[in-house]
């Protein structure tokens, strides 16, 4: 386990992030579940926020522009299995579990994703936040549909 980074604005607790957790590592493959990295607490009270995946974390933006459309390729892969679970969650009549899903990030705050040997991971997220509207997945990059062209 190895800490990403930390989270230096008042934020939410973390036991807020703890049920959406919960379903990703119960319901996902653990390649898409590590997709959002784990907040914890710091010695210091901040947030940090870590994965279990092994590698140095490279910024987004430290990507040249061909590993970046890679990574957001596949960040929106996992982020279409997350949409079409909630579906599935919805339809079995499992609602609270479909509207955690539904509220974790759909579009990447380039600022908060890394790249861990090629796998994505997105810090700095927030699940089941009461009063937000569900988000939905937005079509590729045009970076991304560019390189695949």
Same mark, same amino acid.
């Given at each position: 386990?190895? *800490?990403?980074?930390?989270?230096?604005?008042?934020? &939410?607790?973390?036991?807020?992030?703890?049920p959406a957790i919960d379903l990703l590592h119960r &319901? =996902?493959?653990?390649?898409?579940s590590r997709l959002f990295a784990l907040p914890r607490? #710091?010695?210091d009270g901040l *947030?940090? +926020? +870590?994965?279990? =995946?092994?590698g140095q974390p490279q910024p987004y933006s430290s990507l040249d522009e061909k590993s970046q459309a890679a990574l957001l390729e596949k960040y929106q892969?996992? =982020?279409g299995d997350l949409h079409t679970l909630g579906d599935t969650l919805r339809q079995q009549g499992r609602a609270d579990e479909? #509207? =955690? &899903?539904?509220?974790?990030? *759909?579009?990447?705050?380039? *600022?908060h994703l890394y790249s861990l040997n090629g796998t994505p991971l997105i810090t700095h997220w927030h699940a089941g936040l009461s009063g937000l509207p569900p988000l939905v997945v937005p079509p590729a990059a045009p970076a991304a549909a560019a390189a695949l062209a």
């Open positions: 386990m190895q *800490r990403v980074s930390r989270d230096t604005t008042p934020d &939410l607790p973390i036991a807020e992030h703890q &319901l =996902l493959p653990p390649h898409e607490a #710091g010695s *947030r940090e +926020w +870590w994965t279990t =995946l092994e892969g996992t =982020l479909a #509207g =955690l &899903l539904e509220h974790l990030p *759909r579009t990447p705050d380039t *600022r």
